[in-house]
């Protein structure tokens, strides 16, 4: 297996993990705890009663990137995958780099979005589902530029290999 095919293939399973850990903080309520509950984006459950969160502009705008940055994952995985597998063969890396990187880039500004509104209060705790959305950004980032390395790699080649070479 030649290098560019191990960075496709390294980049289609960090944008597999980054797409799981998305969807999994996504639809998880334990992005904050605190004395007698958690919350969520979506519920927020006190005493082990839960309902839903009346409309915060900062918690709608973090759901909707992170519902956009999962999407974005899933494409970019698929397109990932087709290249991977040559029915892509007119893809470039480039397309699907420039999606997981819109997909990172979406994940940051929630996150970052959320901890602002959060990070201030003293007896709110951040909990697992939160930093399964920050450990989903860099496997974004890193599957966005291990695509972009392979395209490289299928570039140079390409340009090279018109050349006389003589020894």
């Known amino acids: 297996m030649g290098v560019k095919r191990s960075l496709q293939s390294a980049g289609t399973l960090l944008s597999f993990l980054a797409n799981i850990f998305t969807v999994l903080c996504t639809a998880t309520n334990y992005w904050t705890r605190y004395q007698g509950g958690h919350s969520g984006l979506w519920q927020e459950c006190n005493h082990g009663v839960c309902s839903n969160i009346p409309c915060q502009t900062m918690l709608a705008v973090t759901g909707a990137c992170m519902v956009l940055a ?27 780099s420039a999606i997981l990187f819109l997909s990172g880039l979406l994940l940051l500004i929630a996150l970052t979005g959320y901890t602002a509104k959060n990070a201030l209060k003293s007896d709110v705790f951040f909990s697992w589902s939160y930093f399964l959305g920050w450990l989903a950004l860099p496997f974004s980032v890193l599957s966005g530029f291990c695509f972009l390395m392979a395209d490289m790699i299928m570039q140079s080649t390409d340009a090279i290999s018109g050349f006389p070479v003589c020894l």
């Open 70 to 96: 999962a999407g974005f994952g899933v494409v970019g995985m698929v397109i990932g995958l087709r290249i991977l597998c040559h029915q892509g063969e007119s893809l470039r890396g480039q397309t699907t």
